[in-house]
């Protein structure tokens, strides 16, 4: 099935020319992802073709008109729903959220400009908010760039290889190991003697303690959120001679 979405912006060009390269470009091509972009300028019914307005109450910068967003939501045939308004206030994306949209045939991005949305767009025609994180950016554009990318990573044929997102940071609720390539030694430095052993089974038991290990060290909440450290865990990290910190212990 090829996921469907649908993209709300005042720069359509921005968004395409992204979507377009690498690998949402090539994603597309497959037919694992389609994108329909709309201009809600388009849906404007004044000379001016405004979208933005002084906010009610007073205060800096103009705010979005709620009638251009929720034409063009009204007037799409066959618009994927959820449809999801990218705001700062929003839930906090995640690989989480980025897997449960990935399940789902599709889903609309409402990119904000300006100071954002009219909050009666908000209450009426949106599902969800999702933020990027706890900062500001001009516009909702980029937002949308990086959900439709962690999504289609995961989808089917998304990177053209289906093995190539499983092992990676989140996929198992744990932070990826660390890799490397050649040369074996580089500025004098070497590549851990075992990646080089050709011995699959220790390879994979060495990554899955530094894994753990990377984890612990600097995303101890993840840890935490899978349960904490099964005693086969323990076992391999002290195998491995890999410490925990004292907060990880009992
Ligand atoms: N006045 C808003 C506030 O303080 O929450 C910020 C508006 S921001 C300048 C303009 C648009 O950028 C927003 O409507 C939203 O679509 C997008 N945006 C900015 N930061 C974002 C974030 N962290 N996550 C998702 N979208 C964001």
Redesign the pocket.
């Given at each position: 099935m090829t996921l469907r979405v649908d993209v709300l912006s005042l720069f359509p060009e921005a968004v395409r020319a992204y979507a377009d390269t690498s690998v949402l470009g090539r994603a597309r091509e497959r037919d694992v992802w389609q994108l329909v972009v709309h201009d809600f300028r388009e849906a404007t019914g004044d000379v001016h073709r405004s979208v933005d307005d002084t906010p009610y109450g007073g205060g800096a910068?103009m705010v979005?008109t709620p009638e251009p967003i929720a034409r063009t939501l009204e007037d799409t045939p066959g618009l994927a729903r959820p449809v999801i308004?990218?705001?700062?206030?929003?839930t906090p994306?995640s690989h989480a959220v980025a897997t449960r949209l990935a399940q789902l045939g599709g889903f609309t991005l409402?990119?904000?400009?300006?100071?954002?949305?009219d909050q009666r767009i908000l209450d009426t025609v949106v599902d969800e908010e999702?933020?990027?994180?706890?900062?500001?950016?001009?516009?909702?554009?980029?937002?949308?760039l990086c959900i439709i990318e962690a999504v289609v990573r995961l989808l089917p044929g998304g990177l053209g290889n289906d093995e190539s997102s499983v092992e990676e940071s989140f996929g198992a609720g744990l932070l990826e190991y660390p890799q490397y390539t050649k040369p074996a030694t580089w500025r004098g430095r070497e590549v851990p003697a075992l990646l080089r052993s050709g011995n699959h089974a220790a390879i994979a038991r060495w990554r899955r303690a530094q894994a753990l290990r990377l984890t612990i060290e600097r995303r101890p909440d993840l840890i935490e959120r899978r349960g904490g450290l099964s005693a086969q865990e323990r076992e391999l990290l002290e195998e491995m001679g890999v410490v925990e910190s004292p907060a990880q212990n009992g």
């Open positions: 910068g979005l308004a990218l705001t700062p206030s929003g994306f409402l990119c904000g400009r300006y100071e954002g949305f999702v933020s990027l994180g706890d900062f500001v950016l001009a516009g909702g554009e980029l937002a949308a």
